[in-house]
């Protein structure tokens, strides 16, 4: 059982240094002199005014020390915001790194969004402007509309998070009541040329869901917004500011974020340079290297995070007593982003949720590992990436007097692996792509 789960960690190390942002960044922009190439276009620096660099999300850190190794003396001066601790031990020259709260956004995020925006406002058509964005951005750039607080939005991220809403429905809600997601930050640059180099933590890397889509046309209105409110009941939840404020936008008294089609889209060039099917992929090919007869199952994974551990026993049974769909010696790889809804008070997230709920199913399996990390390295609000389970966890659990269901029904994966050693602790990864869980039957 060791041997499998050293290699579970093996495997997931390699599908974090397949998202790592700054392989992605100089994969996708090069500097030949003062040519500039990002992916199939080409920019003549020699004829910009000034090059300017904001960014937002977990993994910007990493990506601007990218960007000022290939821009060097062409840079004027940037700004990006990441999360408390994913700066350490990053450093750059021109580009101030700035930390703020994530998932709950805090005073230093909207602090953060108005440098960025003064760096947008002074910008001209003669102007240059890199946008470095990664998972986290939603709560890490934001200024919401007049009327809106900060505890309006707070309150409504926690309520929306607390009902198993996912990332979309939230991405919706926060466009319609911001100054700045769903495309409006490119509205902001004043016609300035902006190439957004974009790290996807979401399925299937729709530009207008990834941190919000500050820089793409929205495909979501203030009636969708309205719906989310309406299918989960948060009526009373939610902040009566932001409930007006969006049924005033979709009654059509306040216009809607900008489509597509939109003229002010000509001069943005969005370009996805790293995502979950590269780390996945990777995480295949270490498999296969290390013996194992190795399956992608899916990258697309949804759902409440304990319902997918149920699904993952289940395979785990069947190559356990017909060699299907993989035969053994198995790896199967998942990439995702399940959700949790939280019915009690314990401290945890949905990659442990899921090791947890899949210890309990696997307990007693014939040599079953399950390991399940983000690869921000940061689960829910804990320090683990995620934690690691096997056929024998449970029954160390209860040795040690930890009742594996009791944990599971208090939200509370972090205090039973905790004891166990079974915590995956990376520290922050300086990437974000979303969620791998590895199932291995020897």
Partial sequence: MSNSRTSAHTIFQAALRAAD????IHRAMQRNGTRLRVQDREYDLARVSNVCVIGFGKASATMARAVEEILGDFLTRGWVTVKYGHTVPLTTNKIHL??????????????????????????????????????????????????????????????????????????????????VKGGQLARRARGAQIIALILSDVLGSPLDTIASGPTAPDSTTFADALAVIERYALRAQIPEAIVTHIERGARGEIPDTPKLGDPLFARVHNVVIADLTMACDAAVQRARELGYNTLLLSSFVQGEAREFAKFLAAIAR????????????????????????????????????????????????????????????????TDAAGAIADSETVARATHLGLDARAFLANNDAY??????????????????????TILMVD
């Fill in 98 to 179: 700035h930390e703020a709260g994530h998932p709950l956004l805090d005073e230093n995020s909207l602090e953060g969004t108005r440098h960025i925006l003064e760096i947008l406002d002074r910008a001209t058509e003669n102007d240059l402007i890199l946008v470095l964005v990664s998972g986290g951005g939603s709560a890490l750039l934001e200024l919401p509309v007049p009327g809106i607080s900060l505890a309006d939005l707070r309150a409504m991220t926690d309520a929306l998070l607390r009902c198993g809403a996912t990332i979309n429905e939230i991405n919706t809600l926060r466009k319609h009541i911001s100054q």
């Fill in 318 to 381: 069947e190559i356990v007593t017909s060699n299907r769909p993989v035969a053994k010696p198995a790896c199967v790889i998942c990439g995702g982003e399940t959700t949790v809804t939280l019915r009690g008070k314990g401290k945890g997230g949905r990659n442990q949720e899921i090791a947890l709920a899949a210890a309990i199913e696997i307990a007693g399996m014939s040599r079953v590992v399950v390991l399940s990390g983000g690869t921000d390295g940061t689960d829910g609000p």
């Fill in 21 to 24: 942002p700054s392989q992605a």
């Fill in 415 to 436: 205090h039973f692996f905790q004891p166990l050693g079974d915590l995956l602790i990376t520290g922050p990864t300086g990437t974000n792509v979303g969620d791998v």
